[in-house]
């Protein structure tokens, strides 16, 4: 059920948002308290790695989110353009592939769901084919989901749930809403997957493929190696948004848990690694320091020291060659139906059937 007044939720359930108001109000106030703890655990045991690193999951805050938003729309990150134009272009073939019959009606899965801006395109192009479908959606960040059921909002042709949780859950969640007459797609866009590494890529692909049945498929969206110059331009801009965006995380610490990183004494440093085709994201420190992390101030993590030009390993976006894709789509139970390439940005769109 959806009209503006009733929304479904991921149980299933379809209640006036009145009456889930208090409920909900009490659930977020509990998530907020696992959210925080699950964070600074992550930060003392991450912190005391040698590299020192954080996670990229914990770039994404309010104000992270709207940093990375602002990424996308800077001329040196075209992933984001690149990828819109191949599913404006494709969304139709997609759809056709997909859904041979009209009453087809489709359960397409995003994970990572963004600001909505891409599934809308195949929402579209399914309204445009006279289908119907629902469509799951798959976010950690609560502003992501708001803003992508917003954008979702004004179609009638699809139904709508999102689901706040990690990759993972919410693609089991999601996947128990399949019936045995419609295939189900997942969209993985963005180039999500090159912030796995290799071996979490594969088990990630494989992990997709495990709630998928045959015929059903994934969208794969990738970014691909290009010159080291057009990288280092993507992931250092001249002005400055994706330094923001790195160093939002000592942001984050300090006001979740309690820091005192001066934000001046951390720069951000984007890496080419060839040999490992990614690129890194790091903050390094401009002199010896102390650091004290006050909600860590239990354990013996609460002070954590940095050398003048040590790194806080923060993010790796991995960087693939076309036949990449397709190998590792093949060795997770999938086959390539068809690619689409963006050469002049870089970009690869693919989409691989569920292998019987
Ligand atoms: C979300 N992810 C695919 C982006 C990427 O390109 O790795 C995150 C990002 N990091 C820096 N700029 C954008």
Request: aromatic share 6%; net charge negative; hydrophobic share 40%.
């Amino acid at each position: 059920m959806k009209n503006d007044d009733w929304r479904s939720y991921a149980d299933g359930s379809a209640t006036p948002i009145d009456a889930r108001q208090s409920v909900n109000q009490q659930s977020a106030v509990a998530n907020r308290q696992r959210d925080v703890a699950d964070f600074a655990r992550d930060v003392a045991r991450d912190l005391a790695l040698t590299p020192k690193q954080l996670q990229s999951k914990y770039l994404y805050d309010a104000l992270g989110s709207s940093l990375f938003e602002a990424i996308c729309r800077l001329p040196w990150y075209r992933i984001t353009r690149a990828e819109q134009q191949l599913l404006e272009r494709h969304a139709p073939e997609v759809v056709a592939r997909m859904c041979p019959h009209v009453e087809t009606e489709p359960l397409i899965v995003e994970l990572g769901c963004g600001s909505g801006e891409k599934i809308v395109i195949l929402a579209e192009a399914l309204q445009g084919s006279g289908r119907r479908g629902r469509v799951h959606l798959i976010d950690i960040s609560p502003q992501a989901l708001e803003q992508s059921e917003r954008t979702l909002g004004r179609l009638r042709h699809i139904s709508v749930v999102g689901h706040r949780e990690t990759y993972e859950v919410g693609l089991r969640q999601a996947a128990a809403h399949r019936d045995a007459d419609n295939p189900m797609l997942v969209l993985l866009l963005g180039s999500n997957i090159g912030n796995f590494d290799p071996p979490a890529a594969y088990d990630f692909l494989r992990a997709i493929r495990g709630a998928l049945v045959p015929g059903d498929a994934l969208l794969l969206g990738a970014d691909l190696v290009k010159p080291e110059h057009t990288l280092q331009l993507a992931y250092d801009d001249p002005l400055g948004v994706t330094a923001a965006f790195n160093r939002n995380l000592l942001v984050r610490i300090n006001r979740e848990l309690d820091g005192d990183f001066d934000l001046d004494a951390f720069a951000h440093v984007a890496v080419w690694n060839r040999e490992h085709q990614r690129v890194e994201m790091h903050l390094e420190s401009l002199k010896d320091q102390r650091v004290r992390i006050g909600a860590l101030s239990s354990s013996s993590h609460a002070t954590v020291s940095f050398a003048k030009g040590e790194r806080i390993w923060t993010e790796s976006s991995y960087k693939y060659e076309p036949a990449d894709v397709d190998a590792m789509g093949r060795s997770a139970g999938f086959v390539t139906t068809e690619q689409w390439i963006d050469e002049d940005a870089g970009f690869a769109l693919t989409l691989l059937r569920a292998k019987a």
